[in-house]
């Protein structure tokens, strides 16, 4: 069973920072790429920034510049560090990797629960 847990949610005002965090757990043989995704009220659920196991990023386009994502050396936590947030970051932020749990390879959708980022003076 394989586990993600977010964290850094939270009230910041615009121009502020904040960092999420989100942990994988669990049987895990092998991370293809770990990412986060919002999704805003009366919003689809969107791609913000995704890193693969060969430290390649993408970004949707309204973010660049301001977020970066990184992971740490075992790969299994990844973080999003979001600067000059703006109103329009609002959403729930979900974390997703791309993992298999055997040695067949086969990689698999997880999420997160979801952790709320307001962005409001």
């Known amino acids: 069973q394989v586990q993600l847990v977010e964290s850094g949610g939270g009230l910041v005002q615009p121009g502020g920072s904040l960092r999420l965090s989100c942990t994988a757990s669990?049987?895990?043989?092998?991370?293809?790429?770990m990412g986060w995704y919002r999704q805003a009220p009366g919003k689809q659920r969107e791609l913000v920034a995704r890193?693969?196991?060969?430290?390649?990023?993408n970004y949707v386009d309204s973010v660049k510049g301001r977020f970066t994502i990184s992971r740490d050396i075992a790969g299994k936590t990844v973080y999003l560090q979001m600067t000059n947030l703006k109103p329009e970051d609002t959403a729930v932020y979900y974390c997703?990797?791309?993992?298999?749990?055997?040695?067949?390879?086969?990689?698999?959708?997880?999420w997160g629960q979801g952790t709320q980022v307001t962005v409001s003076s």
């Open positions: 890193i693969t196991r060969g430290d390649s990023t």
């Open positions: 997703n990797a791309v993992l298999s749990t055997n040695s067949l390879g086969l990689g698999k959708d997880y």
């Open positions: 669990g049987i895990i043989f092998s991370i293809y790429s």
